[in-house]
């Protein structure tokens, strides 16, 4: 089984390296944000009250997207194995999907973490501004995003170490090197460890 989660800060490639893995499993990604802009496109109800936090790099409330996310897990029939992008960013979010995901057996099999130097990351993101026009790649809201990702994400890292489950990938170089350094994790013999002992 493949449950993964990519946990990294802005700009470090989660949403790359996460279709990258859905291709080789062939599974789904789900990306908060990309569900977020989704719904703030359509102007649905949930877009309607993310927009706001999206728009100004600061999280959306915690009932939102825990709901969202478990309802697109949640289907008919559940989703038994993907590649989670973006969700939990808080520890209230990870405290709820750890006791939602424990009732069903389904915990996650692995965390990647993505490690890239922060001056590194401003320029990504600059950059992916300049390209993708995203309405929160502009210098300010960029360091609000990486200082709600120190705050709030960045405690996940010992909750999910602490389980054995936590994987440190080095996230600088080529798209290909980082994508074999996350195979590489994923082949390892403690990656078949965590999901027996889920
Ligand atoms: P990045 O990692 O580059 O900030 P994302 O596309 O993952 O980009 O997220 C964009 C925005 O969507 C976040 O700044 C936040 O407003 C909202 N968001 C995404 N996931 C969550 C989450 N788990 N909790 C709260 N807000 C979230």
Do not use: C
């Not at 989670?84 to 389904?106: I, K």
């Not at 080529?174 to 990656?191: K, M, W, Y």
């Amino acid at each position: 089984m493949v449950r993964v989660l990519l946990l990294a800060p802005p700009g470090a490639g989660k949403g790359t390296q996460g279709s990258l893995l859905s291709d080789r499993f062939g599974i789904p990604h789900l990306a908060t944000g990309d569900l977020f802009r989704h719904h703030i496109a359509e102007a649905t109800p949930v877009g309607v009250e993310a927009k706001a936090y999206v728009d100004a790099g600061k999280l959306v409330p915690d009932d939102l997207v825990t709901d969202l996310v478990i309802s697109s897990i949640d289907t008919d029939p559940p989703l038994e194995e993907y590649i989670l992008d973006g969700f939990p960013r808080t520890l209230a979010q990870a405290r709820v999907a750890y006791e939602w995901a424990r009732s069903t057996g389904r915990t996650f099999t692995a965390v990647i973490m993505l490690e890239v130097p922060v001056g590194e990351l401003v320029s990504r993101l600059v950059e992916r501004g300049h390209e993708s026009g995203r309405s929160d790649d502009s210098i300010d809201v960029i360091h609000h995003r990486l200082g709600v990702y120190a705050t709030h994400t960045a405690p996940l890292i010992e909750f999910y170490d602490a389980r054995g489950i936590l994987h440190r990938v080095d996230g600088t170089g080529s798209i290909d090197a980082v994508a074999q350094r996350i195979n590489h994790e994923l082949t390892q013999p403690g990656f078949e460890d965590s999901m027996r002992r889920r």
